[in-house]
């Protein structure tokens, strides 16, 4: 039984296997997966460099952009990437982040729904896959960011139910400036499908709230320090009351999780 006040309902992580991922997407999973946890001279398992991302299909349940959504809207929204209930019509993907190396990797199996020129992904399909890859890497190592700029530069084109790589990797950050680096690739490397550039600006509140008064930053790379550093600044913004009560939910189904697992 959970030590928790209240459990909220498991929602659906759509970074794991289904149905629909093809032996490629599943071979390059397990791949990564097996990444994420070693097993050291004696047997013991330890994690490894990499760590698999869970998704959801939603965000902010109470906030977006500053506003407060009406209940109605919390009720509807959902991630663009994750709103095609039926598998493997739409945007399959797992992202992989390495903290050591600050790099990440998405595989992608691209469905039919995103069709663009015949039997090939949209321009705007790939250019949503990138912006969500780098803005997820973003995040894991800055904090919550909005992408300042996207420049993509399209090499070939990317058939339709294929699995592509998305590498992200970082280029520097500069005062609230996280800027990215880009390149979807065919799964052996081999054909460079797409390259892009990105900058993603910290949001303003995490920004001013972030720095020590000796002017180092105290973020945390996964960005758990948030809930407990900025509850007198939440008090005053709806969308950092958003955030917090995300926090909070995400803490306890964490806790949750940890104390129903064993
Ligand atoms: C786990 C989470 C997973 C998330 C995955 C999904 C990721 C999806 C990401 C998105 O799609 S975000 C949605 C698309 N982006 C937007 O709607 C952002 C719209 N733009 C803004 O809200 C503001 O312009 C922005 C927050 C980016 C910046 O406004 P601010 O008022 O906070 O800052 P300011 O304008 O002073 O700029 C801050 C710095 O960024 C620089 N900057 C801003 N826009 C830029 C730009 N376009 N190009 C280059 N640099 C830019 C600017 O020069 C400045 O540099 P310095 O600090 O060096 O002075």
Known sequence: ??????????????????????????????????????????????????????????SLKYATGGQCLSKLLQGKARIFTRNIEEQGAGFEYVVFVNKQEKTCVCVFQAGHLLEGPPGHVHGGA?????????????????GPVMTANLT????????????????????????????????????????????????ACLCPLVWATSWDSDGQSSRCGDGSSYCSERTAEAKQSPWAVGVLFECILFLNDQFSKTFTSH
């Open 126 to 142: 790939i250019a949503t896959i990138i912006d969500s890859v780098t803005g997820t890497h973003a995040t894991y190592l800055s």
């Open 152 to 199: 993509v530069n399209y090499r070939s084109p990317i058939p339709l139910g294929s699995v592509v790589l998305v590498h992200s990797s970082l280029d520097k950050t500069e005062g609230r400036k996280t800027f990215l680096s880009c390149q979807v690739t065919s799964t052996d490397g081999s054909k460079m499908h797409t390259e892009a550039t990105g900058i």
């Open 1 to 58: 039984m959970s030590p928790w006040p209240f459990t909220p309902s498991q929602p659906r992580d759509y970074s794991l296997p289904n149905a629909s991922w093809s032996s490629e997407m599943q071979r390059l999973y397990e791949h990564y997966n097996n990444l994420c946890e070693m097993e050291t001279e004696g047997g013991e398992k330890i994690k490894g460099a990499w760590r698999r991302l869970p998704s959801y299909n939603r």
